[in-house]
Every structure is written in C-alpha cells, then in structure tokens.
C-alpha cells in the first residue's frame, strides 16, 4: 500500500508489490506519512490458485490423459531388453532376486561380457524388479506396463508441483509460489520432450529416477520445517530409491543443497554455519550414495 495526496486530499492507493513484506514511505503535500507496505492478501489472486489438493488432482489427470494414447501401444526394441527378452523379468517375482544381484542386462544377455555394447555398468534393479511383479500379474500384456508407465509420469508432475511449492514458499510467499509451481508444473507436463521416456516402457527408469529424487528434496525441506527425524530417514530412504533406478540421481547431490542454499537459507546465516548446517541436511542422501555404489559394486 502507499499514500498519494494532491494539495489537501489523499487517497488510499494500492498496488501490488514484487514481494511481500517490503515497506515503504511517500510525502503527501506538506507533510510526510509512512505507512508499512502489507503483505499481498490471498484475494489479490485468483482462488483456484490456492486449491493445492484440487490442482494436483487436475494435473495428474490431465498428465494422465496426454499420454493416454499410448495406452495401447506394444513394445519398442529398447523392451526386449528389460522386459520381454530378460530372463529374470520374465520370472515373475522368482527373478527379482537375480535383479537386484546383477547388472540390469545381464538377464537378457546371459553373461556379463564386456563384448557387448549394453553390458556392464548399468545396476538399476528398481524398474526392472517392478516389470518382474507386472509380469508375474499380467504376463506379456504390454497395456499392463504402459498403464504403470503413465500413472508413474502423472505421480511425477504432482510431486513435482508440491516440491516447487514447498520450495519457494518461504522465498517468494505462498500466494506467488502457488501461481509459479502451478505454471512451472504444467509446462513440464505438457512438455513434448518426454513423449520418449513415457511412450517407452523402458524409460520408466528415468521416470522412477526423478519422482523418488524429488520426494528426497520434498524431505529434505519437511526436515527443514519440522525437524523430525522421520522426514530425515525418508529422505535417505528415497534417494537411496532413486539411485537403484538410475545413477544420474547423483546429480541431486549437488542440485539439493544449491536449492536449499539459495530459497532456503536464512539471511543472517554465514557461509561456514550455511554450509554445517547444509551438511546436516544431506548426511541421509549422503549415507544412501554410498550404500548404493556397494550395492553397485557388490
């Protein structure tokens, strides 16, 4: 809010700030008011915005019928090697253990020789052990893994939108975040670059990659707002997921902390007290990297 007057009359002018919480001061004729800018009330924007339950609904829905065609599609080449030409996939749940004790190709391969171009390096037991139980339940029907690899995506963009959410609150106000996670969400959703990594079964690995990386954020930032030890347990718990469905997780390690640090972190706090307390933060994720490259390793 802010004053305006010409010669003996003022009137109450408003005006929406960039950032809620700022104040500021103006002459009016003679003499000088100051009045503290309020922060932005919810009516300032349209409700719909803050139906957080009613918007994560319509985006799932609405990622979940994007993709709907695919519903009926086969399976791809890229399949054949994590589904329907893998031996323990195949297996039904009597494979999962071989799953999680292999290399994810070695049970379409056979052998663990480094003379073929997809052997070797690639320990990501968590999406395959799933098409193992799809496969136990429905057989080589391929609607069955579409139907998984979809409702996976739709789950995806509403974590995504709640993260983001959860993220800018405190930085940019609940009333500005909810507009920007709305937006930010949609465009991921909508966007036509992960037409591949849906419309492929395979590429469930990425899906499961992202969904439990960013529940390891969404932890994280509960941690930060509660201080319970139990957001702190599902955080590792998460990522410690998200590297068994593929390792460029990793690259959270540093995208979580620079998050944290740069929307999170209190203005008073200095580098060295940033950095212990960031520290703190990840020990979880940290811990759950670790287990995995042994698992990996093993």
Same mark, same amino acid.
């Given at each position: 809010m802010y004053w305006a007057g010409s010669g003996n009359n003022e009137k109450l002018m408003a005006k929406r700030t960039p950032f809620p919480g700022k104040t500021s001061s103006t002459q009016a004729g003679s003499s000088t008011k100051t009045a503290a800018r309020t922060p932005v009330s919810f009516e300032m924007i349209p409700e719909f915005f803050l139906q957080r339950g009613l918007i994560a609904l319509l985006l799932f829905a609405l990622a979940f019928s994007v993709y709907l065609n695919t519903l009926h599609h086969g399976f791809t080449l890229d399949d054949e090697a994590v589904i329907t030409g893998n031996t323990y !996939?195949? $297996?039904?749940?009597?494979?999962?253990?071989?799953?999680?004790?292999?290399?994810?190709?070695?049970?379409?391969?056979?052998?663990e020789s480094e003379n073929s171009v997809v052997a070797g390096g690639r320990y990501r037991p968590l999406s395959v052990a799933m098409f193992a139980i799809v496969w136990q339940l429905f057989g080589d029907n391929p609607l069955a893994f579409h139907l998984l690899t979809v409702l996976l995506y739709a789950l995806t963009c509403v974590v995504l939108y709640q993260t983001l959410w959860l993220l800018f609150k405190e930085r940019l106000g609940a009333q500005y975040s909810a507009i920007l996670t709305f937006f930010a969400a949609l465009i991921f959703l909508l966007h036509p670059v992960h037409t591949e990594v849906v419309a492929n079964v395979k590429g469930?690995?990425?899906?499961?990659?992202? /969904?439990?990386? /960013?529940?390891?954020?969404?932890?994280?930032?509960?941690?930060?707002? !509660?201080?319970?030890?139990?957001?702190?347990?599902?955080?590792?718990?998460?990522?410690? $997921?998200?590297?068994? #469905?593929?390792?460029?997780a990793a690259t959270f390690l540093l995208i979580i902390p620079?998050?944290?640090?740069?929307?999170?972190?209190?203005?008073?706090? !200095?580098?060295?007290? #940033?950095?212990?307390? /960031?520290?703190?933060?990840? !020990?979880?994720?940290?811990?759950?990297f670790a287990v995995f490259l042994s698992f990996a390793a093993w």
């Open positions: !996939t195949k $297996a039904g749940m009597g494979g999962i253990a071989d799953i999680f004790s292999h290399d994810s190709f070695q049970g379409f391969l056979h052998s469930c690995d990425e899906i499961l990659s992202l /969904l439990f990386s /960013l529940l390891s954020l969404y932890c994280v930032l509960r941690l930060i707002d !509660t201080s319970k030890a139990t957001w702190q347990a599902a955080a590792g718990a998460c990522f410690f $997921a998200a590297c068994l #469905s593929k390792e460029n620079l998050a944290v640090y740069y929307f999170r972190n209190p203005g008073n706090d !200095t580098l060295k007290s #940033s950095a212990r307390r /960031l520290a703190g933060l990840m !020990t979880p994720l940290l811990v759950a």
